[in-house]
């Protein structure tokens, strides 16, 4: 009789467990892909390594935007030449998603033009941009529209533009499109081509499908000298002049001058271009959350300068900012990634991969 009750309550928890497995099987799926963006800002901090990071926001006491991401990543940025990449090489490989040598813009190590994020972008329909604090010609910027083996050719990268593959360009550069050595007035070539031209020295906020927006003769003034909050407002442009015309799109901004600021060993030149740049990350954040569709993504090409935060001895709540160069370092850089496809940013790998998560998230690599 035992025996039986035993057998009996076996079977009664074999069913309950039974049901159990088949109640939870969706648990043992394989991983849901991830949700494809309609919209990318990519953030570019120049020379923004993790000292940066660290050393800029010790003693901020607002809203601390690297601290709102749940994915970060690690990125290796070696060039194909050299363990120190160059901002050229750097920002060729989000590009194409190959290495290159120091220099580059647009083309692969052998110096051949090789088929850019923008390029693929545009056969999707999307609207393109690049919003810096350099000039629009500068090799961060230059590397997304253009296919030159010197990043010195600045003259030629203007010429690029007329492609027709970078919808919208602000920043500094008029000296590139007016006044060249060709003679050409690039500003008329582009107007003929369906862009909007505006040079003032304050920005404006206007509507147009497609602008070129220079705001200096080269590189924008610095935050110490009084640029303001141009970075938050050319960013707010841009999205909405794409968004508008076109729907999905794919803005890169570039805080170009933390790297200056460490090129320069100047601890605070860069403090402020980081903090302005923190202040432009958290309302890129803030729209990304209203909207739901887009992914944010905030990276570095390089760290510059070396930079180490240090005892201060004569204050031990403080640290004393001591750089090793005035040139780049070979540090890996940090990735932070929110919404749509951000888990896929998580971990540690070549600065390439960056190229190829974009790329497949927005399934980019065969037909659409």
């Known amino acids: 009789m035992f025996s039986v009750f035993c057998k009996m309550k076996m079977r009664t928890l074999s069913i309950l467990l039974f049901s159990l497995l088949v109640l939870a099987e969706p648990t043992f799926a394989g991983p849901k892909k991830p949700k494809k963006p309609k919209k990318i800002v990519f953030l570019i901090g120049d020379g923004m390594g993790l000292t940066q990071i660290t050393g800029a926001m010790a003693d901020f006491t607002g809203r601390n935007s690297f601290e709102r991401f749940t994915y970060i990543g690690l990125s290796k940025t070696a060039s194909a030449d050299n363990y120190i990449t160059d901002s050229g090489a750097g920002a060729t490989v989000f590009s194409i998603g190959k290495k290159t040598y120091n220099g580059a813009i647009g083309v692969d190590s052998a110096g ?21 604090t350099s000039s629009v010609t500068h090799a961060t910027p230059a590397a997304f529209y253009a296919h030159v083996t010197s990043r010195k050719s600045e003259d030629e990268i203007a010429e690029s533009l007329i492609l027709n593959n970078c919808d919208l360009a602000i920043g500094g550069g008029k000296k590139f499109f007016l006044g060249r050595k060709d003679k050409r007035n690039l500003f008329e070539e582009l107007n003929e081509k369906g862009f909007t031209i505006a040079t003032d020295t304050f920005l404006k906020i206007f509507d147009a499908k497609k602008i070129i927006y220079t705001l200096a003769e080269n590189g924008m003034k610095t935050m110490q000298e009084g640029r303001g909050d141009y970075l938050m407002q050319a960013t707010k442009l841009a999205q909405k002049n794409l968004e508008k015309h076109y729907g999905n799109y794919f803005l890169m901004v570039e805080a170009s001058q933390i790297d200056w600021g460490g090129h320069d060993n100047n601890f605070e030149y ?12 958290n309302a890129v954040l803030d729209e990304a959350i209203k909207d739901g569709n887009t992914l944010v993504i905030v990276t570095a090409d390089h760290e510059t300068g070396g930079l180490s935060l240090l005892e201060n001895k004569e204050n031990k709540h403080l640290f004393k900012a001591n750089y090793a160069s005035s040139g780049h370092s070979g540090v890996m850089v940090p990735v932070f990634a929110y919404g749509p496809g951000a888990e896929q940013f998580a971990g540690v790998y070549e600065n390439t991969e960056i190229y190829y998560k974009i790329v497949t998230l927005l399934k980019l690599n065969g037909k659409l």
Do not use: P, S
């Open 112 to 132: 051949k033009e090789k088929e850019g994020l923008f390029e693929k972008l545009k056969t999707a329909a999307w609207g393109t941009g690049v919003v810096v």
């Open 270 to 281: 860069m403090k402020a271009e980081l903090i302005d740049f923190n202040q432009v990350i």
